[in-house]
């Protein structure tokens, strides 16, 4: 039996996340070592929008 992230407490919302906060974010995220592998490109743009639904 598989559950979801919400049934094992992790939060869908980042209540902390301040407007101020994002364009740290996003050019963190774009710099990550990681992004390259990502499944596909992700512009600053596409972090934005994620970071924005966490909010």
Not at 9 to 22: A, H, S, Y
Not at 25 to 48: I, M, Q, V, Y
Request: proline share 9%.
């Amino acid at each position: 039996m598989s559950q979801s992230s919400v049934d094992v407490g992790i939060p869908t919302k980042l209540e902390k996340l301040k407007e101020e906060d994002l364009p740290f974010l996003c050019e963190s995220a774009a710099a990550d070592a990681c992004a390259p592998g990502n499944p596909r490109p992700a512009t600053l743009a596409d972090f934005e929008a994620m970071f924005r639904k966490l909010m």
